[in-house]
């Protein structure tokens, strides 16, 4: 019996009743750990079980938990082989790793934006108009677009965008609006929220994003949660280091290579958010090719061999491996320039930091530099070699 021990629960009916019985059974079975009171509150002592030991609760239960479950295999209670929650034995996991009162710098996935267009505006078709006109004119533009009711949004203005679009028809500004108005308070006018206006500006930021490494000839690769590009013969050539870090620090990282018998492209996805402040999140990518002759073949079709060859080959990179590819595929992008510059309209840029943003924690954890297997993300494309080249200082 495990007895839940507070003020509250103690006085609730029949709990008197039950502890006699509980009792009467354990003095049966001759078992005087029988009943287990839990301490979940100061109360007041309860006759009959005063002298029992007690699980604490009260200086956490994470703790008191893990002691409960502790006690109860050692009386060889029977229980199933299936955890009681996955949440709860990953939180149980995270809270016995050692902490060290010690500042430690943390290297995030984040990349800053550091200018964004002024104004956002939204026009609309003069005159009449087929169905498709709007979707040939967003195809036309070439830049960041995003169709809402009879027209769309752009960070162009009226005569960019009129030149851009040429035979596709002649558009007017109906609104303009200060992009960071626009994205804490919508535009009421056209019946947009400010979640659907962050949502619109999400789609934009992202389709710059797309345009920009489609413009540096990466490999586009479709996964379930979105596009990833990925390194490929135009950016760096099987087996060749590409150099990163700045001001003296300066190491090397491949961001292709062979591995049992398949070609593996590093690659991201990007995902912009707006809080605490507007960044890009990046999400590592790898994708893998056929090897031949030499050279890489076509990507394999099969998400089940993809999955499977993520799990076996990049299982073993560690912590600095994945950091040392990501920061030599930025520094692939930049090409030695301190930001990204993303077009978002013939006159404007989404302007973005090319190192990611640095954190610090005010304490520290003794870890192995490694990835255990519960320590990978869940998604399966960003999963996965043994036979892995060591980062160069």
Known sequence: MVLCCSDDTLAKAGVIEEIEIASDVAKEVQDKRFIIPLNLK????????????????????????????DMLAK???????????????????????????????????????????????????????GPSSISTAIETYGFPAYRHLRGLFAFADEAEFNEAVGSTGRYTTRFEV??????????????????????MLNAMFRQAWERYCEDKLLHRYNYSSGAGFHAGENQAAIGKKIPWGRQGDRRSAMVRNVARGKVWNYGVSAIPYFWPYPHFRLKARVLFSDYEEGKAGSVIGDDRQQFRLRRTICKGWRN??????LMAFLEMLSEDSAFLHLPASPSASIKIEANPTLFTSPVSTVLPDELADDQEET?????????IEEDDA
């Open 42 to 69: 100061k109360h007041k002592k309860l006759f009959g079980i005063g002298g029992l030991q007690y699980v604490d609760f009260q200086k956490g239960w994470a703790q008191g938990l893990a002691t409960l479950l």
């Open 75 to 129: 009386d060889g209670v029977p229980r199933t082989a299936r955890s009681i929650n996955p949440n709860w034995e990953a939180y149980r996991t995270r809270q016995s790793v050692k902490i060290e009162a010690r500042p430690e710098p943390l290297i995030s996935n984040w990349l800053r934006v550091a200018e964004i267009p002024d104004t956002i505006r939204y026009f609309e078709p003069v005159g009449a108009i």
């Open 178 to 199: 200060p992009v960071l108005d626009f994205l804490e308070n919508g535009l009421p006018e056209l019946g947009i929220r400010q979640r659907e206006a962050s949502n």
């Open 320 to 325: 600095k491996q994945w950091h040392g590819r």
């Open 379 to 387: 998604d399966g494309s960003t999963l996965g070699n043994c036979d």
